[in-house]
Nanobody
């Protein structure tokens, strides 16, 4: 069982930055791939970024490539999402999630395989 708690959301102007954090419980954090997802009002939840369980591979949605960076600190049981050059279309509730499968490529992890989810944190980007 893994419990996830996100933090770091808020209101920011377009062009600004935020860093989201996701703290995980348990001693097996390093064995999970971690992902960030988002859901805007009226839209489906979408995959934003994933980091493999080894930390050696990442995946980014095309819409955030070059602006967002996912990283993990296994010593702190925490995964981060650094978001730069934010746009109004980045406005959404952001969720972190954990997947226990052992793929080596971050792109192999899709939303359906994530077993554990946080409660979400709101990110609002004003124009």
């Amino acid at each position: 069982q893994v419990q996830l708690v996100e933090s770091g959301g808020g209101l920011v102007q377009a062009g600004g930055s935020l860093r989201l954090s996701c703290a995980a419980s348990g001693r097996t954090f390093s064995t999970y791939a971690m992902g960030w997802f988002r859901q805007a009002p009226g839209k489906e939840r979408e995959r934003v970024a994933v980091i493999s369980w080894t930390g050696g591979s990442t995946y980014y949605a095309e819409s955030v490539k070059g602006r967002f960076t996912i990283s993990r600190d296994n010593a702190k049981n925490t995964v981060y999402l650094q978001m730069n050059s934010l746009k109004p279309e980045d406005t959404a509730v952001y969720y972190c999630a954990a997947d226990g499968r052992k793929f080596y490529s971050g792109s192999s992890y899709h939303i359906g395989g994530f077993d554990y989810w946080g409660q979400g944190t709101q990110v609002t980007v004003s124009s």
